[in-house]
């Protein structure tokens, strides 16, 4: 299983840009990796998946370079709506119950 | 559509007790699973099912136990509860199961046994 590693913890202000890097140095060729969003007391939300290079949807960007050992989450312009544990993950393939949530990144933006 | 809906809410048990947490979908969806989250951590799968009648077990399954009878419904019993169980619990579904698909995830449900 592909393990993550992400920060703990990240602080920001409102209207900045947050990048979240994950790493994932053994990552199998066919796996995707995927981030979700999970608000206090709600539970997780798809944000962004991508295969490669660079991935872009209404929320977020997600930026993979080539040798796919490191991803990062760019959330544009941050709201105190954001706060928010972002939880990446590494898997895919086709297989099932191979995504393991780690304990994620808890960001927390300040006015 | 509703999504995922898990119910109750909130629940307090006594050690020993036993109780079902209700897990419900209205997409049409094979793959459900249950997971538990534990203050400060990530999530963990407990069981899952690939379709009515067919149930398995995730990484932390003893405690615990499912059935799938139809497609909407996935109940998770908690046969006999301890405080080790006290965790917030999270029925998830998506539309056949592999990695790749978008996991939709209800609201939870708060567990507190003393």
């Known amino acids: 299983l592909a393990k993550t590693t992400q920060p703990i913890s990240m602080d920001s202000y409102e209207g900045q840009e947050v990048n979240i890097t994950c790493s994932h140095n053994?990552?199998?060729?066919?796996?995707?990796i995927t981030w979700y969003q999970q608000f206090p007391s709600q539970g997780p939300r798809f944000i962004i998946q991508?295969?490669?290079t660079k991935v872009t949807n209404e929320v977020a960007s997600l930026f993979i370079p080539a040798d796919r050992k490191s991803s990062t989450l760019s959330l544009p312009r941050v709201s105190l709506s954001d706060t928010a544990v972002y939880y990446c993950?590494?898997?895919?393939?086709?297989?099932?119950?191979?995504?393991?949530f780690g304990a994620g990144t808890r960001l927390a933006v300040h006015p | 559509n509703a999504g995922v809906t898990q119910t109750p809410k909130f629940q307090v048990l006594k050690t020993g007790q036993s109780m079902t947490l209700q897990c419900a979908q209205d997409?049409?969806?094979?793959?459900m699973s249950w997971y538990r989250q534990d203050p400060g951590m990530g999530l963990r799968l407990i069981h899952y099912?690939?379709?009515?009648?067919?149930?398995d077990q995730g990484e932390v399954p003893n405690g615990y136990n499912v059935s799938r009878s139809t497609t909407e419904d996935f109940p998770l019993r908690l046969l006999s509860a301890a405080p080790s169980q006290t965790s917030v619990y999270f029925c998830?579904?998506?539309?056949?199961?592999?990695?790749?698909?978008?996991?939709?995830f209800g609201p939870g449900t708060r567990l507190l046994v003393l």
């Open positions: 099912s690939v379709g009515a009648g067919i149930t």
């Open positions: 997409m049409n969806h094979e793959y």
């Open positions: 998830a579904s998506s539309y056949s199961g592999t990695d790749q698909e978008t996991q939709y």
């Open positions: 991508g295969y490669k």
């Open positions: 993950l590494v898997g895919g393939s086709g297989g099932y119950n191979k995504l393991i």
């Open positions: 053994n990552i199998a060729t066919n796996d995707y």
